[in-house]
């Protein structure tokens, strides 16, 4: 049975820390680097729910994609509930890392478990990598469709390939313009339009558009827009996470049991379908 610190090497060979962006906050927050690890869960949120879900699967190993503490701090008492799931998941002696912006730039990543979700072939990613001479890690990915099809299936399409959310998937643009060119992005996008028009793409998949970068992205010409939750898109990279993680311990003769977290952490719990003004 590997040790928590076996574990974690390996996880920063798949995920250096070293491509996370400067201001992000990955690897290891808690845990003994002398523990064995036999169980380890998968999860977008280091929230309490999770945290739970962690100690009832009687898990070692918490891995999120979100950070706990990304701004950092000075304090991890149990009088908020950042403090309070450390102290549960110490407690319980669950170890929790983190995979976030290395886990978006790394090859496959969020973005290319992003465009299989939704169908797509993967031919390169939206904003290259300069230190990677193979060309294919970065921020997101670029794709293509069998064929083309309009884009209200296309938003359809994407809706059935993401894990269900009350936000579901909002499309901007002509509804009948042909989709066949696509870029995806895990997470919040909206700050990659530049490099999306660049790319000369049919259509643009992300989360948490805001309604000013949306709207004069249009206006510039640019292509159709597809909004989903911000949770739905990063989390088929948990299954892509696990069996990279699977695959390479099996290599080193560890027997690991892993699950994904089924919980549905997007903050939104309900939609309403609002009416147009009338005349």
């Known amino acids: 049975?590997?040790?928590?610190?076996?574990?974690?090497?390996?996880?920063?060979?798949?995920?250096?820390?070293?491509?996370?962006?400067?201001?992000?906050?990955?690897?290891?927050?808690?845990?003994?680097?002398?523990?064995?690890?036999?169980?380890?869960?998968?999860?977008?949120?280091?929230?309490?729910?999770?945290?739970?879900?962690?100690?009832?699967?009687?898990?070692?190993?918490?891995?999120?994609?979100?950070?706990?503490y990304l701004r950092g701090t000075t304090t991890v008492a149990a009088t908020g509930f950042k403090?309070?799931?450390?102290?549960?998941?110490?407690?319980?002696?669950?170890?929790?890392?983190?995979?976030?912006?290395?886990?978006?730039?790394?090859d496959p990543g969020v973005s290319d478990a992003l465009a299989e979700a939704v169908g797509l072939r993967i031919t390169g990613p939206l904003i290259p990598d300069p230190t990677d001479q193979a060309g294919r890690r970065g921020t997101g990915r670029i794709g293509e469709l069998p064929a083309a099809e309009p884009l209200s299936a296309f938003a359809a399409r994407v809706a059935a390939g993401l894990p269900g959310t009350a936000q579901g998937v909002r499309a901007a643009g002509d509804p009948e313009r042909p989709i066949r060119r696509v870029a995806v992005c895990g997470g919040s996008g909206d700050s990659f339009f530049d490099a999306v028009r660049a790319a000369g793409v049919d259509a643009y998949v992300t989360a948490d558009l805001r309604h000013h970068p949306a709207s004069e992205?249009?206006?510039?010409?640019?292509?159709?827009?597809?909004?989903?939750?911000?949770?739905?898109?990063?989390?088929?990279?948990?299954?892509?996470?696990?069996?990279?993680?699977?695959?390479?311990?099996?290599?080193?003769?560890?027997?690991?049991?892993?699950?994904?977290?089924?919980?549905?952490?997007?903050?939104?719990?309900?939609?309403?379908?609002?009416?147009?003004p009338s005349a």
Not at 88 to 106: C, G, M
Not at 245 to 268: F, H, M, N
């Open 217 to 276: 992205a249009l206006e510039a010409g640019g292509p159709a827009l597809v909004d989903a939750a911000h949770w739905a898109t990063e989390w088929p990279w948990l299954r892509g996470a696990e069996r990279a993680l699977l695959d390479a311990a099996e290599k080193r003769g560890w027997e690991l049991e892993t699950r994904v977290s089924q919980l549905v952490t997007d903050p939104w719990t309900a939609h309403a379908t609002m009416n147009f």
């Open 83 to 106: 403090g309070r799931v450390v102290h549960s998941l110490i407690r319980n002696e669950v170890a929790l890392l983190v995979a976030h912006t290395n886990a978006d730039h790394a």
């Open 1 to 68: 049975m590997p040790k928590l610190s076996d574990v974690t090497a390996l996880l920063d060979e798949l995920y250096p820390p070293a491509w996370a962006e400067s201001w992000d906050a990955v690897g290891l927050v808690c845990g003994d680097p002398d523990a064995e690890v036999r169980r380890v869960l998968f999860a977008v949120d280091p929230v309490r729910q999770v945290a739970d879900e962690a100690i009832a699967f009687g898990a070692d190993l918490l891995i999120t994609h979100h950070p706990l």
